[in-house]
């Protein structure tokens, strides 16, 4: 059996592979080295309880990027994650051993100590997307760690003296050899070092006694979680050696390598586990993403360029120009022009970059610059696409059908097949019209997953049409939601009964009435059946005891909402109507007295629950049931009580006078008429602003612009407010104003320039302004209309019923 005691051959002892995690080169070396020294058993740095998951490797449905999930069983949420791709050195020594039917095994601390570490750890608590320090280093928190090395995030010891605990062994030594990029250093004498003819064995000899020299100058940094998982494997390769003797090889971070070579009693080893937490924890595998591979942080594994890795492994020859036609491709995906003399071009200057910076062959950053140069113009806006969908990508891995999964990751799976909207990393949009049968099952499995917090879909705004009828969402799968599955199924064994039984929890445990009415509106949405009654009880309940208005305002508009998704779902929304219409009445009465005595910012919120209440109302209409009258008419006489009451503030009673003018409630004269009062003299200035800011605020510039009455008046006002107050009121005037489209301010300030009053009418609007005529010029009018005619299809008639 082959061994390295500092330098290549074979010799006596297991053959310790040290590799980089995710490097191409290192898997390369490992398949060789394999090749060369045929162990009849393969250890490998992972969780071995995830031995039994080894098999699945070699089904055909089983497609890296795939990681090995383990969390605890009482607590989903607590997880940790060991990511492997296609060019993991990992990955290639599992699969060599099935090929070769030989066993695999993992050798690193157990997940059930590995978990319990984070849940005994205060840094390791988890909240939403962090997880507990992973000290298996297969998910580094920092490519610099990809070697095996202490994770830059992982919780320790404190700092012996003159220790360094963030040494990055592949800086020190890309230093060492004149190197100020640790990445370009491991290109040149790794990733760009073919095996060849060569001994096989070398290169992790050479790396083990370098990271030997690394440790005995920096120690370990303090890690003493090292220290025991270095004991574990010790203890593993020891009992594979007495079974297999010392055909043994052993794939593990070049980091662990001389720890365990190094002679240490066994009793030593098993002092070092003694006592260590537990929890109880399951295995499986879950698809991975080559963009969680790029990421430094949560479950990301830390490498830069997972996508170009990739190409470095799987392209058979020629690795540069095979990159560039791909890159041509991506650019002639999008529309660009790129030819084949492109791509000779950028290869050439590829090749000649690394001549002159002196690599063996082009790397990432020579390949880069010379896409820039040549197929982007020396733009980074098209580089951006490639580093995006090229460098980094969007792969996503699978796994096969039998893979362990809980209950409702398998009703989930079952669900996906059957509607035909399949899991993917790169984010796109999804138009569903809600009149055909599988985009609403389509739309009832993602509202489902939002209330069991798996936020697969996000809703957008609909493109074109405003129906009902339409929804648009923003996809993108994630690989930590198979953690939020986990989580979730404590709830059901599938997505229905979860969702039922996780609605009816949080409506019992919500804090607002505005919660529960959400709740109510999401369970419509969802299609739940058998929680709606569960929470429309809580909801009348609290409905019932709640007195405050503003909450009784704020609830509103929710359930109104709701009662739209009966036509296009089906849905029964009876009781909810019934609800929605006392719900209304009680804000009907409640709202004149809580509108009294209020300060300018309490005033502004319930001018926005006014506003809230009159698009409720207005799309509640006549749905109130028998036994309400009709709420339009009496929410009018609400707001007709809320603009003659002057302990009203005066936000809200310009507000319910703008609403009432908008209903047609209220004539041009009487608005013009209770305007003036306002803007009398005997009014406080500040008190007569804020009634504008209520009456012209939200878009009401138009109002002003065709109703030069109205802004006469504003003119008047504001030209004769005193020099000491205008100074306070000219806040509210702003914000009010700024809130106007620039093309409404341009109009109104050429109005007030030319003094409001003049003309009355269209005309007037555009007297005073060239190019424009005084009077309306029929003649000119007319000579559109065969154009028209043209535009719209229509005959004479017909057109001159439309323009009258």
């Not at 070396?29 to 250890?43: C, E, F, G």
Request: glycine share 10%; hydrophobic share 45%.
């Amino acid at each position: 059996m082959a061994g390295t005691e500092g330098g290549g051959g074979r010799g006596a002892g297991p053959l310790l592979l040290g590799v980089r995690h995710h490097g191409p080169g290192s898997a390369r070396a490992v398949r060789a080295a394999l090749d060369a020294a045929r162990p009849r058993v393969v250890l490998i740095e992972g969780p071995p309880e995830a031995d039994v998951l080894i098999p699945l490797a070699a089904d055909e449905d089983m497609r890296p990027p795939v990681a090995l999930l383990a969390h605890a069983v009482d607590e989903p949420g607590r997880s940790a994650f060991w990511p492997l791709a296609e060019f993991s050195p990992e990955w290639v020594a599992i699969r060599w051993a099935l090929e070769h039917e030989v066993p695999a095994r993992f050798i690193d601390l157990p997940a059930t100590h590995t978990l319990a570490w984070g849940k005994d750890d205060a840094e390791g608590e988890l909240t939403g997307e962090e997880q507990p320090p992973d000290p298996t280093d297969e998910t580094p928190t920092a490519e610099t760690s990809t070697a095996g090395t202490p994770s830059s995030e992982s919780p320790s010891a404190p700092e012996p003296a003159g220790t360094d605990i963030r040494v990055d062994p592949l800086a020190v030594l890309a230093e060492a050899a004149g190197y100020d990029d640790p990445e370009r250093w491991w290109e040149d004498v790794v990733e760009h070092r073919g095996v060849g003819e060569r001994d096989a064995f070398a290169p992790f000899a050479a790396l083990e006694e370098a990271m030997g020299a690394l440790r005995e100058t920096y120690g370990v940094g303090g890690h003493d979680r090292d220290l025991v998982r270095e004991a574990y494997m010790r203890l593993q390769v020891r009992a594979a050696q007495r079974e297999f003797e010392d055909d043994v090889a052993v794939v593990c971070g070049a980091w662990h390598v001389p720890a365990l070579r190094q002679k240490t009693a066994v009793a030593a080893d098993r002092a070092l586990l003694k006592g260590l937490p537990k929890v109880k924890a399951d295995l499986t595998w879950v698809p991975w993403t080559h963009r969680r591979l790029s990421r430094a942080s949560g479950y990301g594994a830390g490498i830069d360029s997972p996508g170009w890795y990739g190409h470095l492994f799987g392209a058979p020859d020629r690795p540069v120009e095979r990159w560039m036609t791909k890159v041509a491709g991506l650019f002639r995906e999008e529309d660009r022009i790129v030819s084949p003399a492109h791509v000779i071009e950028a290869v050439r200057l590829a090749e000649t970059l690394a001549v002159m910076r002196g690599r063996p062959l082009p790397g990432l950053g020579e390949t880069t610059d010379a896409v820039r140069a040549v197929m982007c113009e020396g733009s980074d806006v098209p580089l951006a696409l490639v580093r995006d969908r090229l460098v980094v990508g969007d792969v996503l891995g699978e796994v096969p059908p039998g893979a362990p999964a809980v209950p409702l990751q398998r009703d989930l799976d079952r669900l996906q097949r059957r509607l035909r909207i399949k899991p993917e990393a790169l984010e796109r949009e999804l138009e569903l019209d809600l009149r055909k049968e599988t985009d609403a099952g389509r739309s009832r499995l993602l509202h489902r997953l939002r209330l069991l917090r798996i936020e697969w879909g996000e809703p957008a705004a609909s493109r074109g049409s405003t129906g009902t009828f339409r929804e648009t969402w923003r996809l993108r799968w994630e690989p930590e939601l198979a953690v939020r599955v986990a989580e979730a199924g404590v709830w059901g064994t599938t997505v229905l009964a979860a969702t039922t039984a996780k609605a009816e929890a949080d409506a019992i445990g919500a804090q607002s009435l505005a919660d529960v009415t959400a709740l109510a509106e999401h369970c419509l949405l969802a299609e739940l059946p058998d929680a709606l009654p569960v929470v429309m009880k809580v909801l009348a309940d609290r409905a019932a005891l709640d007195t405050d208005v503003g909450h009784l305002a704020q609830a509103l508009p929710a359930l109104v909402r709701s009662l739209r998704y009966g036509d296009v779902r089906g849905t029964d929304t009876g009781a909810l109507t019934e609800v929605a219409a006392g719900l209304a009445e009680r804000v009907f009465v409640g709202l004149p007295p809580a509108c009294a005595a209020l300060d300018t910012d309490a005033a502004e919120e319930m001018r926005r629950h006014v506003d809230a209440v009159h698009g409720a109302v207005a799309l509640l209409g006549d749905a109130s049931g028998p036994g309400h009258g009709d709420l339009r008419d009496r929410w009018r006489a609400v707001l007709r009580t809320l603009s003659a009451r002057d302990t009203v503030p005066g936000v809200i009673r310009g507000r319910a006078v703008r609403l009432l003018l908008d209903e047609g409630e209220l004539g041009p004269d009487e608005a013009a008429r209770l305007m003036g009062l306002v803007l009398s003299p005997g009014t406080p200035p500040a008190d007569a602003a804020a009634w504008i800011e209520g009456f012209v605020g939200g878009g009401g510039g138009l109002l002003l612009v065709h109703d030069e009455r109205l802004l006469a008046l504003v003119d008047a006002w504001l030209t004769g407010v005193p020099a000491e107050a205008f100074t306070d009121v000219l806040p509210l005037l702003r914000r009010t104003f700024s809130s106007y489209e620039p093309g409404v301010r341009r109009t109104l300030g050429e109005l007030v320039r030319r003094g409001p009053g003049k003309q009355v009418g269209t005309a007037a609007t555009a007297a005073g302004i060239p190019g424009f005529g005084a009077e309306l010029d029929a003649g000119r009018a007319d000579a559109v209309v065969p154009v028209l005619r043209l535009l719209l299809g229509l005959d004479d008639n017909e057109l001159v019923g439309v323009a009258g």
